[in-house]
């Protein structure tokens, strides 16, 4: 199973790779939920396509490579690399023309063979740097408070 789940998130990275914001359906679970310090929130299909769709407006020609993978039952740990042109506004950045490389570590959950849970760990440059961004698909406020008492159960998601 587990090499499997690896497939899986290979294929996924493929996804981000081709920019296809369409194939989000087939590669996450209705309930999915990404939690990132350093980004919105991501609850569900539709906020993880905003998410891409905002990722790839900023960063037209992002590409993702594959550091490091690991998986374990129902998890796979990713370590990552990505390049981008900062082509449009990123979380409240403006566009710089430059040349961003973002590094991070997502561990996933998977069920019926989609990740339905990301906790993910992210190096931005300083300047990309933006924390308590407000969480896609979530009103204000409410995300808020939903936010802070989750941060502390991160651990409870990933099953220790």
């Known amino acids: 199973m587990s090499e499997d789940y690896k497939t899986i998130l290979r294929r996924w ?8 914001v369409d194939a989000v359906d087939e590669f996450v679970t209705d309930t999915y939920v ?24 900023a ?14 039952g129902d998890k796979v740990v990713l370590r990552w690399t ?9 979380l409240g950045i403006p566009p710089t023309d430059k040349q961003v490389t973002i590094s991070g570590t997502d561990i996933f959950r998977l069920a019926e063979g ?22 896609l698909g ?12 989750e941060n502390t159960s991160t651990s409870r998601h990933l099953g220790e």
């Open 13 to 20: 990275v493929e996804v981000w790779n081709e920019g296809n």
């Open 34 to 57: 990404r939690h990132d310090p350093n980004a919105p929130e991501v609850r569900g299909i539709e906020a993880e396509k905003q998410l891409m769709a905002m990722n790839l407006s």
């Open 59 to 72: 960063l037209p020609d992002l590409r993702f490579a594959i550091e490091d993978m690991v998986a374990e």
């Open 82 to 90: 990505c390049h981008g042109t900062h082509k449009g506004e990123l």
């Open 114 to 135: 989609k990740p339905r849970y990301d906790a993910a760990a992210r190096r931005y440059p300083r300047a990309g740097r933006r924390r308590g961004a407000e969480p």
């Open 138 to 149: 979530q009103p204000r406020g409410e995300a808020l408070c939903r936010r802070t008492s």
